[in-house]
């Protein structure tokens, strides 16, 4: 694994528009080599050109020293990154010995080689996407966010993504809102909410999620998009966990790799699946495509039931929301 592979990730989830990235290259002290780095909508892709260009250069402690005098001075990775470029982060992907490769005996032609298996069958890919098409963009006054339908015709989101009925009411969600095989964006559909109606809207702050009504959407539209089913699910450390989104309130993306779950409780999940803000509100999937929780929050916290810190995902284990929503008399 490339040296830097944690770093990009990190600088990422810090600073994902394009305005912000520049701002840090010039508080580097190397302005000159913005005419030279390739630009992506895609943080992650961007800084990884970044760092590749600084590295070449040997100037990535000028970059670290950048963002640690942009506020993050206290931030213990980026220190150690600074005193030591070779620091990564603790990665369930990590290799502690590298073994040679040696000519295949009869009895070993082949090896799982993380110890655990990643294999799928290619049905997998087709019923991703199939649930997929439940999954919507979220525009409200406060900004933009995911969510994913839910049976009768409900719409499943974050607390701080829609927080009132007042918000709802004014809120959009997008549905197909993605790109075509050829990379053009296809014609979505805009629904609106209806809050105020009877079990129209229920919300709750401290877990972080919000149920909504969908307004006049027909059965047409129900069987067009479907419906994320919601049961309970037992979840594990080291599962596979995949997140469809609308990251920084783009198009439908899906985030496939590195997607281990770290630790987990009755109330939260967390794991190292990528999101960007404008992925809150997503559903966390399990290798079942069985939703496992909600998406809501990142960055470098105290992993569940440790004390260790990691810069990890999180979302609602979704057990909690199923018991609480459907205590407050939804039926979902």
Known sequence: ??????????????????????????????????PFIAVSYKATVYWTNI????????TVKDL??????????????????????????????????VTPITPPGKKELEKLTQGKSTLLPISFL?????????????????????????????????NHVIDSKETAADAQINLNYQNSLTGGLLLYETVKLDPFSDKGF?????????????????????????YLP?????????????IIQHPGGDTKQIAL??????????????????????????????????VVALHHAGGEMKLVGAADKLLVNEGININLIIKEIRALGFDI
């Not at 010039?26 to 913005?34: E, P």
């Open 1 to 34: 694994m490339w040296k830097f592979t944690e770093l990009t990730y990190f600088l990422a989830s810090l600073y994902y528009r394009q305005d912000e990235i520049e701002n840090i290259i010039i508080k580097s002290g190397h302005r000159d080599y913005l």
């Open 51 to 58: 760092i590749l260009h600084y590295e070449q250069r040997k």
């Open 64 to 97: 670290l020293l950048a963002v640690l005098n942009d506020g993050h001075s206290d931030n213990e990775y980026l220190k150690a990154m600074y005193l030591d470029e070779n620091t990564t982060f603790k990665s369930p992907y990590a290799i502690n010995t």
């Open 126 to 158: 087709e019923i991703g996407l199939k649930k997929s098409k439940a999954v919507a963009r979220v525009v409200t006054s406060l900004g933009l966010g995911s969510g994913f339908l839910l049976n009768n015709k409900y719409v499943l989101t974050n």
């Open 202 to 226: 229920a919300t709750s702050v401290q877990n972080d999620w919000t149920i909504v009504k969908l307004k006049d959407f027909t059965d047409k539209q129900v069987s067009t998009y479907e």
């Open 230 to 242: 919601l049961k309970e699910v037992t979840v594990q450390k080291d599962d596979f966990v995949n």
């Open 257 to 290: 790799y590195h997607n281990v779950v770290m630790a987990i409780n009755n109330e939260r999940v967390q794991y190292l699946t990528d999101t960007l803000p404008g992925s809150s509100g997503s559903p966390v999937f399990n290798v079942q495509w069985d």
